[in-house]
């Protein structure tokens, strides 16, 4: 399981921008989700899991509707099998098409993902919640 809470500084600029400014912000056409070794933070950056057969998901259309103050994942997102280790996942990410960083956070617990393991976020895993 996992929750993101931190926007990343992109997404607050987009957000702040629609809300308090009328500068439209087009909502992203696909979302991916990312596994990471070590965290992102609001500017980007953390370690992507890489090799192994690792691929970032689609993600695009695989949240319910906010409902008691989160939105969850209603589809599961399966990252697959590793051919090769993907050493202790910590964290995961919410990109759009263009690459940039909507959210992040943290994995309720780390995961060490060994050839031969896989990753997956069952339905409902996957929460994001604002503070």
């Given at each position: 399981?996992?929750?993101?809470?931190?926007?990343?500084n992109y997404l607050?600029?987009?957000?702040?921008?629609?809300?308090?400014?009328?500068?439209?912000?087009?909502?992203?056409?696909?979302?991916?989700?990312?596994?990471?070794?070590?965290?992102?933070?609001?500017?980007?950056?953390?370690?992507?899991?890489?090799?192994?057969?690792?691929?970032?998901?689609?993600?695009?259309?695989?949240?319910?509707?906010?409902?008691?103050?989160?939105?969850?994942?209603?589809?599961?997102?399966?990252?697959?099998?590793?051919?090769?280790?993907?050493?202790?996942?910590?964290?995961?990410?919410?990109?759009?098409?263009?690459?940039?960083?909507?959210?992040?956070?943290?994995?309720?617990?780390?995961?060490?993902?060994?050839?031969?393991?896989?990753?997956?976020?069952?339905?409902?895993?996957?929460?994001?919640?604002?503070d």
């Amino acid at each position: 399981m996992a929750t993101g809470t931190a926007l990343s500084n992109y997404l607050e600029e987009k957000v702040l921008n629609e809300v308090l400014s009328g500068v439209a912000y087009a909502a992203p056409t696909a979302l991916t989700c990312h596994l990471y070794t070590a965290a992102p933070t609001d500017a980007g950056g953390g370690t992507e899991v890489s090799g192994g057969s690792y691929v970032a998901q689609t993600c695009t259309s695989s949240f319910a509707v906010w409902a008691a103050g989160v939105v969850a994942n209603d589809v599961a997102i399966d990252f697959g099998t590793a051919t090769a280790d993907w050493r202790t996942v910590t964290h995961f990410g919410i990109k759009d098409q263009s690459g940039n960083l909507l959210l992040w956070g943290a994995l309720t617990a780390s995961k060490v993902i060994s050839n031969g393991d896989g990753a997956k976020f069952a339905v409902g895993a996957l929460t994001v919640a604002l503070d």
